[in-house]
């Protein structure tokens, strides 16, 4: 079975400029969560999906994050404009719809905001 | 909250002794998680263990629930350099929402 996909893998920026990343779930997994790991620091939910409806964005920045899910499968989060802070590892994951079963992680991108 | 905060923050042991490491939640719970988490890696889950569960075994992992104390622990016996990485608990809630606390850093020292 395929895991979660996420790319790039590494992205560097300067502050003030746009990213976006994007996340193959496993396929059949309703569910879609998007999470931010700073240093040091344990993950982060940012944003939850069931299929292309939002479950919970409640800690999504959202003056300058962004998240969709077209057609309940793929998603990307895009930053604009990126502050220094934003530096992390962001997360991508999936699980099966209302399951509380195990989540599965892709291995993440690393920003860094320069 | 709902996250799962995990006990030390930081563990350094040699290769051989066992590993044991603490979650404490607040609210009940359907079941509880394990993830580790190498370095520049993403989260791998270990282990479930559901709220009618005392104790469950998994190879070298042993975890211990204790719904009246909010607590779970996660044993690693005979560890190797490979366990090195940080383990998180999670209970996932009714809306399938996981938090994450700030884990629990293994160091096994070959």
């Known amino acids: 079975e395929a895991g979660v996909a996420q790319s790039p893998r590494y992205k560097i920026i300067e502050k003030r400029q746009s990213v976006a990343f994007w996340c193959n779930p496993i396929?059949?997994?309703?569910?879609l969560y998007w999470y931010q790991q700073i240093l040091g620091q344990g993950p982060k939910l940012l944003i939850q999906?069931?299929?292309?409806?939002?479950?919970?964005d409640s800690q999504l920045p959202k003056d300058r994050f962004s998240a969709e899910r077209l057609k309940g499968v793929d998603s990307t989060l895009k930053i604009q404009p990126a502050k220094l802070e934003d530096s992390a590892v962001y997360l991508c994951a999936s699980s099966l719809a209302s399951s509380r079963g195990e989540a599965f992680f892709g291995q993440g991108t690393r920003l860094t905001v320069v | 909250s709902q996250q799962g905060e995990e006990d030390p923050q930081a563990l350094s042991i040699q290769e051989g002794e066992n590993a044991t490491m603490n979650c404490s939640y607040k609210?009940?719970?359907?079941?509880l998680q394990w993830y580790r988490q190498n370095s520049g890696r993403g989260l791998v889950h270990l282990i479930l263990i559901r709220s009618n569960e005392r104790e469950k075994h998994s190879g070298r992992l042993r975890v211990t629930l204790d719904t009246s104390k909010k607590s779970s622990s996660l044993l690693i016996t005979a560890s190797r350099a490979a366990d090195t990485a940080s383990y998180f608990c999670?209970?996932?809630?009714?809306?399938?929402?996981?938090?994450f606390g700030t884990g629990t850093s293994l160091t096994v020292i070959p």
């Open positions: 609210t009940s719970i359907n079941n």
């Open positions: 999670a209970t996932p809630n009714t809306g399938n929402q996981f938090y």
């Open positions: 999906f069931q299929n292309n409806g939002v479950v919970d």
């Open positions: 396929s059949g997994h309703a569910t």
